[in-house]
């Protein structure tokens, strides 16, 4: 097993290639180490152990504002079958209990199916407002639950998703003041497998941002979807399809739900 580090080792590691979330300066991602999935936080040259309890499976922190401002983390913790959501302060390292979000239950699977007992809730922060998926890994038609991250104030709301006939894996999850944003991913479909769709949280509605289509033998990749303070932001990447040729290039877009408009920066 590989040791927690401490120290000088600890101070500076640098973060793992997957499961990290960053804002305001500061990543966060899981990690494992010394037998459970431990998370992690750098900003600058400088990285801290979190206080989150070692997991047995993986862990897929959200860092954003938290309700002061300040920058923060959300993560999932597990007794058993039954889940919260917590929330770290980055800076000082408090961390509390998000209250009022209902009762979060996570599928059992076997020990050995650690990959598919990931947590699977993709929780994320903005303000106010913490988001996160329920219906287990498998589920093709998941809900995301909407609800406060400040002393459980304002109500929990349950949007039903629909991304398309057939339904669809959710890969990432964004959330700002008013909105959800999502991205889905269909690895055993043909023609449109992703798109990345918008929900209001107070009427539920659902709209197509990027439906994922690429071009002739071009298709397309998105990822790192986030939001600013003011709008949605992922970015675009074109590829060759079945062996075929296709000029690489990466678009960073830009979406604002004031406007409902989507630019390229």
């Given at each position: 097993?590989?040791?927690v580090?401490s120290?000088e ?5 640098k ?7 960053s804002y305001?300066g500061?990543t966060?991602?899981?990690e ?8 992690f ?5 400088t990285?801290?152990l979190?206080?989150?309890p070692p997991?047995?499976?993986t862990?897929?922190?959200?860092a954003?504002a938290g309700p002061?401002?300040r920058p923060s983390?959300?993560?999932?913790r597990c ?6 959501i917590?929330?770290?302060?980055l800076?000082?390292g ?7 979000l209902?009762?979060?239950r996570r ?5 050995s ?8 809730t993709h ?12 219906g287990?890994?498998?589920s093709?038609r998941p809900?995301l ?16 998703t629909s991304?398309g006939e057939d339904?669809?894996?959710?890969e990432?999850?964004?959330?700002g003041?008013?909105h959800?944003v999502v991205l ?5 479909c043909?023609?449109r497998c992703?798109g990345l ?11 197509v941002i990027?439906d994922?289509?690429g071009t002739g033998?071009c298709?397309a ?6 939001f600013?303070g003011?709008?949605f932001?992922w970015?675009r990447d ?6 075929g040729t296709c000029?690489t290039?990466?678009a960073?877009?830009r979406?604002?739900p004031?406007?409902?408009q989507?630019t390229e920066?």
């Amino acid at each position: 097993m590989t040791p927690v580090p401490s120290g000088e080792a600890l101070r500076t590691r640098k973060p793992a290639a997957e499961w990290r979330s960053s804002y305001g300066g500061w990543t966060v991602w899981s990690e494992e180490l010394d037998g459970g999935y431990r998370l992690f936080a750098r900003r600058g040259t400088t990285t801290k152990l979190l206080p989150a309890p070692p997991s047995a499976v993986t862990q897929d922190p959200g860092a954003g504002a938290g309700p002061t401002g300040r920058p923060s983390t959300v993560y999932q913790r597990c007794t058993g079958a039954v889940c919260s959501i917590w929330l770290v302060d980055l800076a000082t390292g408090r961390q509390r209990r998000v209250e009022g979000l209902g009762a979060i239950r996570r599928e059992t699977r076997a020990a050995s199916d650690v990959e598919m007992r990931s947590l699977e809730t993709h929780p994320r922060l903005w303000g106010s407002r913490v988001a996160f998926k329920t219906g287990g890994s498998e589920s093709r038609r998941p809900s995301l639950r909407v609800g406060p991250s400040a002393a459980g104030r304002g109500a929990v709301r349950t949007l039903r998703t629909s991304p398309g006939e057939d339904g669809g894996q959710l890969e990432q999850l964004a959330v700002g003041p008013k909105h959800v944003v999502v991205l889905w991913q269909d690895d055993f479909c043909f023609g449109r497998c992703i798109g990345l769709y918008i929900y209001g949280v107070a009427s539920g509605r659902q709209q197509v941002i990027d439906d994922g289509r690429g071009t002739g033998a071009c298709v397309a990749y998105l990822d790192a979807v986030r939001f600013d303070g003011r709008a949605f932001r992922w970015t675009r990447d074109l590829g060759a399809n079945d062996g075929g040729t296709c000029p690489t290039r990466t678009a960073h877009l830009r979406y604002d739900p004031a406007t409902g408009q989507t630019t390229e920066r």
